[in-house]
T-cell receptor
Framework: QQQVKQSPQSLIVQKGGISIINCAYENTAFDYFPWYQQFPGKGPALLIAIRPDVSEKKEGRFTISFNKSAKQFSLHIMDSQPGDSATYFCAAIPASGGSYIPTFGRGTSLIVHP | KAGVTQTPRYLIKTRGQQVTLSCSPISGHRSVSWYQQTPGQGLQFLFEYFSETQRNKGNFPGRFSGRQFSNSRSEMNVSTLELGDSALYLC????????????FGPGTRLLVL
């Protein structure tokens, strides 16, 4: 059962444009929401993360927006570059004390055209 | 500091066989988690080991098992392989158990024929 739904499955943007990837979760026991970036032949690497008590977090060109009431969060990549072309995964990590099953979205393949 | 290493990187097996994959965590990391990555299901958590004990487990059948050694290195075993077990198996390490931040290895690509 997919507990984190990620969209779109694929995304093509032009260099300099904004890439937006969305995720929605169901389980309110999650309390940490990281985004991972994965290049072909490599494992996922942590990009940026947020907690539900914060509505937005920005690190360089990457921003997470978080809507706790809607149980949704999104990744915005500003000024997208060809080097950003990769697969992006959102994830939801359970709070301490309960069942621990980190849950990932199915990924978004981003292509940034030069 | 060296990253997470996984061996082998590629593996081809036939149905019914068993396979063992190996993971060496980042030095000083005591927790090792395993994930299965497929195009259809994405990344799915298999289990987490800490101090040589399985501490957390995902929703996979008993054919998937693992162990951790005193030096924190971990192995994952899949018995009676099925075609659907074809996937990229990722290992991730962290300093503590149930860590929010994990560091992934490059994975082992398993193809079951």
């Amino acid at each position: 059962q997919q507990q984190v739904k990620q969209s779109p499955q694929s995304l093509i943007v032009q260099k300099g444009g904004i890439s937006i990837i969305n995720c929605a979760y169901e389980n309110t026991a999650f309390d940490y929401f990281p985004w991972y970036q994965q290049f072909p032949g490599k494992g996922p690497a942590l990009l940026i993360a947020i907690r539900p008590d914060v509505s937005e977090k920005k690190e360089g060109r990457f921003t997470i927006s978080f809507n706790k009431s809607a149980k949704q969060f999104s990744l915005h990549i500003m000024d997208s570059q060809p080097g950003d072309s990769a697969t992006y995964f959102c994830a939801a990590i359970p709070a301490s004390g309960g069942s621990y099953i980190p849950t990932f979205g199915r990924g978004t393949s981003l292509i940034v055209h030069p | 500091k060296a990253g997470v290493t996984q061996t082998p990187r590629y593996l081809i097996k036939t149905r019914g066989q068993q396979v063992t994959l190996s993971c060496s965590p980042i030095s000083g990391h005591r927790s090792v988690s395993w994930y299965q990555q497929t195009p259809g299901q994405g990344l799915q958590f298999l289990f987490e080991y800490f101090s040589e004990t399985q501490r957390n487990k995902g929703n996979f059948p008993g054919r998937f098992s693992g162990r951790q050694f005193s030096n924190s290195r971990s192995e994952m075993n899949v018995s009676t392989l099925e075609l659907g077990d074809s996937a990229l198996y990722l290992c991730a390490s962290s300093i503590i158990i149930r860590a929010e931040t994990q560091y992934f290895g490059p994975g082992t690509r398993l193809l079951v024929l």
